[in-house]
């Protein structure tokens, strides 16, 4: 029997003139996310996806890329039969042989109208055959199984359970960002926030080795890596601070310190996003968070960058922002200890209302464009695809 995950989205987002390129989208990111495992053929039919398997036992590994993708709002594992209640009656015995249950309902759907037999009628008639064939009562609102039943213009559906997906949007629809990504627990997770609103995330890590070790510089490589399941490629790009902390440290008060790196941070990566196609930079900073997360400090950092910067997390708290790199998986990764640029060489009480004025005097000190221009020259870039074994390199 034809056995095929089917994918539902969100219909709201199918709204109107946007819906062939939400689907398309969503199409090319389903077969790309499924490269490597029993998927024969993706088809696109009326709000939905389906995916055939070549053997039910793919199930599993098929299921989990599917729920990775953004813009599933949810899925399940479906039974392809023809449009004829009958063919239905006569594989239903062998599809619920394995299962025990003492109550059950039909929840049927019909999607072609022309079909000529009611949901309501469906219902009633696969009821009363399945109570003769299982001995099991009918139960509307708590069934130990619902059977679905869903009937297509060419084919009819049948399937038992439904997988919640993450929604959103798929990936590739809003275009390119930059994400300033550290080895903490909240940049990742606004990465994702913003890759589930259907951006392709480029990212940036600022690492200070060889004055510390490696430690951050892997911990962005695995973040990267874990998050690459989303997009499929993904590229990183290594920036050495050293040279510009130890200047910075050098020529100005150790208040400013933080607020310094962060501003050669931002222009870095904004040159970096151009070369990309980026059209916007990505933060993970929370309002208050931190002292160089006060709306004053943000306002001086974001003066030099030439393009929107964009913080998903700017209303979470920490807890929030736990809880969703906890359900994410991100979270394991970003609390493994490192040695990160930004703890290098700061003061117990760094500037809470930077003053711009002040800011740009210091900078009046340094060699500013040099630094950034050595910076990007001594910046690596690494490529990630995901899944790891299958596909092309990116
Ligand atoms: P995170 O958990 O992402 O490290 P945080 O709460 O520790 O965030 P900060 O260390 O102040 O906050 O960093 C604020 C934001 O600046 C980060 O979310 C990230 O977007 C960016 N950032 C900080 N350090 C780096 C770095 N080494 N490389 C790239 N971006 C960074
Ligand atoms: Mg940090």
Redesign the pocket.
């Given at each position: 029997m034809q056995t095929d995950v089917i994918v539902k989205t969100h219909e709201l987002a199918l709204k109107g003139r946007n819906r062939p390129w939400f689907m398309r989208h969503l199409v090319d990111n389903l077969r790309q996310a499924t490269r490597g495992t029993g998927v024969t053929k993706v088809w696109q039919g009326q709000l939905l996806v389906g995916l055939t398997l070549a053997d039910e036992s793919d199930w599993p590994l098929v299921s989990e890329r599917v729920r990775d993708c953004f813009g599933v709002a949810k899925f399940f594992k479906a039974y392809k039969l023809p449009q004829d209640l009958d063919k239905v009656k006569e594989v239903l015995p062998s599809l619920l042989a394995d299962r025990s249950f003492e109550s059950f309902r039909i929840t049927a759907h019909r999607a072609d109208k022309r079909f000529p037999t009611t949901s309501e009628e469906i219902n009633r008639d696969l009821g009363r055959f399945v109570e003769e064939l299982t001995g099991s009562r009918v139960d509307l609102t708590h069934p130990d199984l619902t059977i679905y039943l869903d009937v297509l213009p060419r084919d009819i559906l049948v399937y038992f359970q439904e997988v919640k997906g993450h929604g959103g949007l798929p990936v590739g629809v809003s275009g390119l960002v930059t994400?300033?990504?550290?080895?903490?627990?909240?940049?990742?997770v606004?990465a994702w926030q913003m890759m589930k609103r259907g951006c392709n995330a480029h990212f940036?890590?600022?690492?200070s080795y060889p004055l510390v070790d490696m430690s951050?510089i892997e911990k962005a490589g695995e973040l990267v890596q874990h998050l690459t399941r989303h997009q499929f490629r993904s590229t990183l790009s290594l920036v050495p601070l050293g040279e510009i902390q130890k200047q910075i440290i050098v020529a100005t008060p150790p208040s400013y310190r933080v607020i310094l790196y962060?501003r050669f941070?931002m222009r870095i990566t904004e040159s970096l996003a151009r070369l990309s196609g980026s059209k916007a930079i990505?933060?993970?900073?929370?309002c208050g968070?931190?002292a160089?997360?006060t709306l004053e400090n943000i306002a001086v950092i974001d003066h030099v960058a030439g393009m929107p910067v964009l913080r998903p997390l700017v209303a979470f708290n920490k807890e929030e922002i736990v809880n969703v790199a906890r359900s994410i998986g991100t979270f394991p990764i970003?609390i493994q200890p490192d040695q990160?640029?930004?703890t290098l060489f700061v003061p117990k009480h760094p500037e809470t209302h930077a003053d711009l004025a002040t800011v740009e005097k210091l900078e009046g000190l340094l060699p500013v464009d040099d630094l950034v221009q050595q910076a990007l020259q001594g910046t690596q870039v690494k490529k990630f695809t995901s899944p790891e074994t299958a596909g092309q390199p990116a």
């Open positions: 994400t300033m990504l550290s080895g903490g627990i909240d940049s990742p606004a940036v890590h600022f690492h951050s962060r941070m990505i933060t993970g900073e929370s968070q931190v160089s997360q970003s990160d640029c930004c």
